[in-house]
């Protein structure tokens, strides 16, 4: 079980703005714990699923935050976007409060598997290139993938910046446009240039996997989820050191 912590602390932690904000909301009557008014906001509470509801919103506790989030076309990766909206536009202000970044970024035009966190631990753990995290891409082309083309992609293509060859770990042709494709390292527009390595070409790009997680089905283009402990648990499993 958690230690207790103040309720000041618990919102300020979740984003809720500053303590003294906290404290205030507290004081409005305007935070319920467990669905029972808080009347002091230095009350230690137990936060093991602890939900709280602020100005009338439910809100689970999360002593960090791990979403999974389905990202539609025309959205950037970043903070400060420079040509579209940012996807972090899309999530609660109190993320972003919270400090949540990317779990690696996806292409404006990419659609799919986005991670964000605000545990830099986790992050780290899951984009540094070394863990050999896969990740699968479905590619939609506008000519038809050869057999030749699915042979070079997992025999190694070497792209103009790097010496070494990039490999596909695993290729599934899902029709004569639409290739599954595995790689362990996405950075610098990998995929697009693997593909036009091999003399194709990427009309969408869509991400279903990040090692042994997958989108959940029924999370629509623009929405988040959190990811609880077992989901966690499959995704650092998924990391080989
Ligand atoms: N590779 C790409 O080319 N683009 C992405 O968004 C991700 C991987």
Same mark, same amino acid.
């Given at each position: 079980m958690a230690k207790p912590i103040s309720l000041e602390k618990i919102l300020f932690s979740q984003g809720f703005g500053t303590r003294r904000y906290c404290s205030d909301l507290v004081y409005a009557d305007l935070v319920k714990v467990n669905g029972v008014l808080a009347e002091d906001s230095d009350e230690k509470i137990a936060t093991d699923n602890l939900v709280l509801n602020v100005e009338g919103q439910d809100w689970e506790y999360h002593e960090k935050a791990y979403l999974a989030f389905n990202k539609p076309p025309?959205?950037?990766?970043?903070? +400060?976007?420079?040509h579209h909206s940012s996807?972090?536009?899309?999530?609660?202000?109190l993320f972003i409060e919270r400090g949540v970044q990317c779990v690696g970024r996806l292409d404006y035009d990419t659609t799919g598997l986005l991670l964000i966190s605000d545990d830099g631990q986790f992050i780290h753990k899951m984009t540094?290139?070394? +863990?050999?995290i896969g990740k699968v891409y479905e590619i939609t082309t506008p000519e038809p993938m050869t057999q030749k083309q699915i042979e070079c992609l997992l025999n190694g293509v070497v792209l103009e910046d790097d010496p070494k060859p990039c490999y596909a770990t695993a290729c599934l042709q899902l029709s004569e446009h639409v290739l599954a494709m595995t790689i362990v390292e996405g950075r610098c527009h990998k995929v697009k240039r693997m593909m036009a390595a091999v003399g194709n070409h990427v009309a969408g790009l869509h991400r279903t996997e990040i090692g042994a997680y997958r989108m959940?089905?029924?999370?629509?283009?623009?929405e988040w989820r959190w990811l609880y402990p077992d989901e966690l648990k499959q995704l650092s499993q998924s990391v080989v050191s």
């Amino acid at each position: 079980m958690a230690k207790p912590i103040s309720l000041e602390k618990i919102l300020f932690s979740q984003g809720f703005g500053t303590r003294r904000y906290c404290s205030d909301l507290v004081y409005a009557d305007l935070v319920k714990v467990n669905g029972v008014l808080a009347e002091d906001s230095d009350e230690k509470i137990a936060t093991d699923n602890l939900v709280l509801n602020v100005e009338g919103q439910d809100w689970e506790y999360h002593e960090k935050a791990y979403l999974a989030f389905n990202k539609p076309p025309h959205y950037e990766c970043s903070h +400060k976007t420079t040509h579209h909206s940012s996807v972090y536009s899309l999530l609660p202000s109190l993320f972003i409060e919270r400090g949540v970044q990317c779990v690696g970024r996806l292409d404006y035009d990419t659609t799919g598997l986005l991670l964000i966190s605000d545990d830099g631990q986790f992050i780290h753990k899951m984009t540094t290139p070394k +863990k050999n995290i896969g990740k699968v891409y479905e590619i939609t082309t506008p000519e038809p993938m050869t057999q030749k083309q699915i042979e070079c992609l997992l025999n190694g293509v070497v792209l103009e910046d790097d010496p070494k060859p990039c490999y596909a770990t695993a290729c599934l042709q899902l029709s004569e446009h639409v290739l599954a494709m595995t790689i362990v390292e996405g950075r610098c527009h990998k995929v697009k240039r693997m593909m036009a390595a091999v003399g194709n070409h990427v009309a969408g790009l869509h991400r279903t996997e990040i090692g042994a997680y997958r989108m959940p089905a029924d999370l629509a283009e623009g929405e988040w989820r959190w990811l609880y402990p077992d989901e966690l648990k499959q995704l650092s499993q998924s990391v080989v050191s």
